[in-house]
């Protein structure tokens, strides 16, 4: 199966600052690598995904960008706020299977 | 349009209990599964079903058991608690374009 690994797992950024967290997969058939934010005590929401077919994508101040040759995906938060302060996942799925592999997770604190 | 729903939210057993946590989705999705969420192990993958009938093991299956024999309903049963159990667990559902829609979880306790 799919192996995804997260990094780092701790993030402290000053208000206004970028984030970055990176990650891994190990089977080179996954096709599909979408974020989840989870704030506590509440479900995982899809902030964006991006599929292997594309090599980055933005949503205002959300980019993920995608290297197939390396296998690693990428999170970046610009601007950051204090509502950016959460747990966020990334995630890969093997075309033509169902299960999504999540990685171990990033707590983000964004200091005021 | 309700989209998952988990049920309970909250739950404490005794070790040795049996209990049943339940899911159902009105999407009419036929991909729906189970995962188990661990401080600082991300959600891992329990069980899953491709469609009514059909169920398959995931990551951590041990201790779980699951059937599907409606498109809308995929309950876990836990047959005989234990403290390792203590978790929170998602059910989540996927339509045709991998879109995967989480329930709002349980919190279960095993003391």
């Known amino acids: 199966g799919e192996n995804v690994e997260q990094h780092p797992s701790t993030l402290s950024v000053q208000e206004g600052d970028s984030a970055v967290i990176k990650c891994t997969y190990s089977d080179s058939a996954s096709n599909y690598f979408p974020w989840y934010k989870q704030e506590l005590g509440k479900r995982p929401q899809l902030i964006i995904d991006i599929r292997s077919n594309v090599g980055e994508k933005k949503d205002q101040r959300i980019a993920v960008t995608l290297n197939k040759t390396a296998k690693h995906f990428s999170l970046h938060i610009t601007e950051t706020q204090p509502e950016d302060s959460a747990v966020y996942f990334c995630a890969a799925v093997i075309t033509n299977d169902y299960k999504l592999s999540f990685g171990a997770g990033t707590t983000v604190t964004v200091r005021a | 349009n309700a989209g998952v729903t988990q049920t309970p939210k909250f739950q404490v057993l005794k070790t040795g209990q049996s209990m049943t946590l339940q899911c159902a989705q009105d999407m009419n999705h036929e991909y729906m599964s189970w995962y188990r969420q661990d401080p600082g192990m991300g959600l891992r993958l329990i069980h899953y079903s491709v469609g009514a009938g059909i169920t398959d093991q995931g990551e951590v299956p041990n201790g779980y058991n699951v059937s599907r024999s409606t498109t809308e309903d995929f309950p876990l049963r836990l047959l005989s608690a234990a403290p390792s159990q203590t978790s929170v667990y998602f059910c989540?559902?996927?339509?045709?374009?991998?879109?995967?829609?989480f329930g709002s979880g349980t919190r279960l306790t095993v003391v």
């Open positions: 989540a559902s996927r339509d045709w374009n991998y879109g995967y829609t």
